[in-house]
């Protein structure tokens, strides 16, 4: 029997445990049992019960209606430390810290794509908890990805029917076109930056001549500076994980990617070499292989952080004279479109900026390099004049 009667409660309403077996645990093995109380008639409780076998049949694990969306929470970053490095999961729970009590305790089953709406227009409005100010709609739509990946566990899970986040709107992102550094403030731009610090124009050559990420180059050592072969090999990054900023082992896409680079950059690295060689043997120490270039310790055994180098290299904007708006990717967007500009294969583009595909590198720059469509028209006039187009030998 499945139904067993209890005693009424204090308005004599009659009551039912109902159970119906949820199957072994899949890793204990131990005994699982869905149970519900009903008040009510003995019609109703079987109603309850013929549920119960439906969402059992469904694969649903018991307890489903107990779950909170907070709980469902801590369930999906626990789940995602066995297939995503550290600094992902610590940054996945950093973005739990945004989630209101109210939304936490709800059932996952009670979720709505309205609430999760009415929660993101929140954190727009007041998410911030250390200034009162809104989030930004970058920030919203990382605590949305979360939110949405623990439903979609829950899904599979058969814990849910549908995911309410998938349907859910946080704010959209504008997509941000390149904007690259104007080739002809990049001198003014370096003078500017040996006054916020003597290394720094050669950190924003190594930028801009490799093309590296800012997580990249912060994570370069001396160990990967092949000054024989002249070639740089970017196989660490520098990221914030929750509010530390940790060395990770990998670059954005996983692997390592070999860079050769111009003498000029060469000569500069080797110079930032000789300096920091100079420093340690002052300090009685020498300076290891796996220093970080970067670096403002002896020992090089701290890389700088992404952030302080990006305020300086704003302050050296300021000074330069270029937009407020300048930023440490517009070198990278400088060496792409610069080199498309000047005949370089998307292929080797693409190599050098590290995108997976080349498409990555045609959908982000192609037309949308200054002067170039003025080529192509010049070219199709030439061809409508009666101009000679046979191909050169």
């Known amino acids: 029997m499945a139904i067993y009667p209890l005693s009424p409660d204090r308005h004599g309403n009659p009551r039912w445990?109902?159970?119906?077996?949820?199957?072994?645990?899949?890793?204990?093995?131990?005994?699982?049992?869905?149970?519900?109380?009903?008040?009510?008639?003995?019609?109703?409780?079987?109603?309850?019960?013929?549920?119960?076998?439906?969402?059992?049949?469904?694969?649903?694990?018991?307890?489903?209606?107990e779950v909170t969306l907070g709980e469902l929470l801590e369930r999906f970053v626990t789940h995602k430390t066995l297939s995503t490095s550290g600094t992902t999961t610590d940054t996945y729970r950093h973005q739990l810290a945004y989630i209101t009590p109210w939304l936490a305790k709800m059932h996952v089953t009670k979720v709505r794509a309205q609430d999760l709406d009415a929660f993101y227009a929140h954190l727009a409005a007041n998410g911030n908890k250390r200034t009162g100010r809104g989030l930004s709609p970058a920030a919203i739509r990382n605590v949305h990805v979360v939110i949405r990946g623990a439903f979609e566990l829950a899904r599979r899970y058969g814990w849910v029917a549908v995911n309410p986040a998938a349907t859910a709107e946080p704010p959209k992102l504008?997509?941000?076109?390149?904007?690259?550094?104007?080739?002809?403030?990049?001198?003014?731009?370096?003078?500017?930056?040996?006054?916020?610090?003597?290394?720094?124009?050669?950190?924003?050559?190594?930028?801009?001549?490799?093309?590296?990420?800012?997580?990249?180059?912060?994570?370069?050592?001396?160990?990967?500076?092949?000054?024989?072969?002249g070639r740089v090999t970017l196989r660490e990054t520098v990221v914030r994980a929750g509010k530390e900023w940790v060395v990770k082992p990998t670059t954005k896409t996983g692997g390592e990617r070999f860079v050769d680079i111009d003498a000029g950059t060469l000569e500069l690295l080797r110079g930032l070499h000789d300096e920091a060689f100079e420093v340690a043997l002052a300090c009685g120490v020498a300076l290891p292989g796996d220093a970080f270039v970067f670096s403002d310790e002896p020992v090089g055994e701290t890389p700088w952080k992404p952030a302080t180098t990006a305020r300086r290299f704003k302050r050296a904007c300021v000074a330069a004279g270029l937009p407020a708006t300048t930023r440490l990717h517009d070198l990278r967007h400088l060496m792409a479109t610069h080199l498309i500009d000047q005949?370089?294969?998307?292929?080797?583009?693409?190599?050098?900026?590290?995108?997976?595909?080349?498409?990555?590198?045609?959908?982000?720059?192609?037309?949308?390099?200054?002067?170039?469509?003025?080529?192509?028209?010049?070219?199709?006039?030439?061809?409508?004049?009666?101009?000679?187009?046979?191909?050169?030998?």
């Open 174 to 229: 504008p997509r941000r076109l390149p904007s690259p550094v104007a080739a002809g403030a990049v001198d003014a731009l370096f003078r500017a930056a040996a006054h916020e610090h003597p290394a720094l124009p050669v950190y924003l050559r190594v930028t801009l001549c490799v093309g590296g990420r800012r997580a990249e180059v912060h994570g370069l050592r001396w160990s990967t500076v092949d000054f024989a072969a």
């Open 17 to 65: 445990r109902v159970y119906v077996e949820a199957g072994p645990d899949a890793v204990s093995g131990t005994r699982r049992q869905k149970t519900k109380v009903v008040r009510g008639t003995y019609k109703q409780a079987e109603l309850v019960h013929a549920r119960l076998l439906v969402e059992h049949g469904d694969g649903r694990l018991a307890g489903t209606d």
């Open 343 to 393: 005949g370089v294969s998307i292929a080797v583009v693409s190599a050098r900026l590290g995108h997976a595909q080349n498409s990555t590198t045609l959908d982000i720059y192609t037309g949308r390099i200054a002067g170039s469509d003025r080529g192509a028209a010049d070219v199709m006039g030439t061809l409508a004049d009666g101009g000679d187009q046979s191909p050169k030998s």
